[in-house]
């Protein structure tokens, strides 16, 4: 669910990082394991859920339950980036590298 | 009206206390005595009084019904059970059924039921390939996660929505 409500949207240094690793590949769908495996020890088990659901109910983020009838136990859950979310994860990225330029850079790019 | 006790006892041969072996002799003559035919040494047999006063006759027991010999044997018995293939609950149910009823609605389902699931479909792939202490692992590590996360979700629950109090006053 989006919060629009809340102010401009912003994204934590775990946030962009699970933002990051889902961007590698925007049309698959991963699982919070396999986020954990890609992101190379930078998140944990113990969190990783955790910011997934933030991210979930920002907006930036939406999943759904894996239906593999063959598997024993309960169906794993996987998410993918949504259009909004791509958005602003570029956006945000643009304004960090904008705060980096100089003024003459700037106007450059520009 | 006091309810009439049973006229009997419990027996149970206990491998670890010694037993001469005439007294040996005495218990198992009781067993066979009892209603059970075949006699199993680690099994709690119903020997009548009768038969027990005719054997023991200085044998006064300070308990009709020895519950924990009881007890010991139901354990004893779960534990052999353990080592055949049986049918048991999933790894993770009890995880669920803790989540479930402490977390809210929400929190279970954006936290706790995603790592149950990540981890039966993690142990069950060990099992696959037959690493049972791998899959031990896997359960015992995420279950540490699961109560880590939960802990860690309910505090910044808390801190955001102090955060958004502040924020409207």
């Not at chain 1, 991963?30 to 088990?45: D, M, T």
């Not at chain 1, 939406?62 to 136990?73: A, V």
């Not at chain 2, 309810?3 to 002799?25: D, F, I, R």
Request: with cysteine.
């Amino acid at each position: 669910m989006k919060r629009m409500d809340e102010g401009p949207p912003h994204l934590s240094r775990k946030e962009a990082l699970i933002m990051e690793i889902l961007l590698e590949r925007p049309a698959a769908e991963l699982y919070g394991l396999e986020l954990v495996r890609n992101s190379r020890k930078r998140l944990k088990r113990g969190t990783v859920y955790v910011t997934l659901g933030r991210l979930e109910d920002k907006g930036f983020i939406e999943s759904r339950e894996e239906i593999q009838p063959n598997m024993p136990g309960m169906p794993r859950r996987l998410y993918k980036v949504t259009g909004y979310g791509q958005r602003v994860y570029e956006l945000l990225q643009q304004a960090r590298e904008a705060r980096h330029l100089t003024p003459a850079q700037l106007a450059g790019a520009i | 009206m006091k309810k009439k006790e049973p006229e009997g006892y419990w027996l149970q041969y206990n491998p670890t206390h010694k037993m001469s072996e005439e007294a040996l002799a005495l218990f198992w003559a009781a067993v066979k005595k009892t209603r059970n035919k075949s006699a199993h040494a680690d099994t709690v047999y119903w020997c009548s009084e009768k038969a027990v006063q005719e054997l023991f006759p200085n044998f006064v027991p300070a308990k009709k019904v020895d519950f924990f010999a009881v007890l010991q044997n139901r354990l004893s018995r779960s534990h052999r059970l353990g080592r055949r293939p049986h049918i048991v609950n999933p790894p993770g149910s009890l995880m669920q059924f803790v989540a479930e009823f402490f977390c809210s609605r929400k929190s279970y389902e954006q936290v706790a039921k995603p790592i149950i699931a990540d981890m039966q479909h993690e142990y069950f792939e060990a099992l696959v390939h037959g690493r049972l202490l791998k899959a031990r692992w896997i359960h015992l590590r995420d279950c540490c996660a699961l109560f880590l996360s939960l802990g860690i979700f309910k505090l910044v629950q808390v801190v955001w929505n102090m955060w958004r109090r502040v924020r409207v006053l």
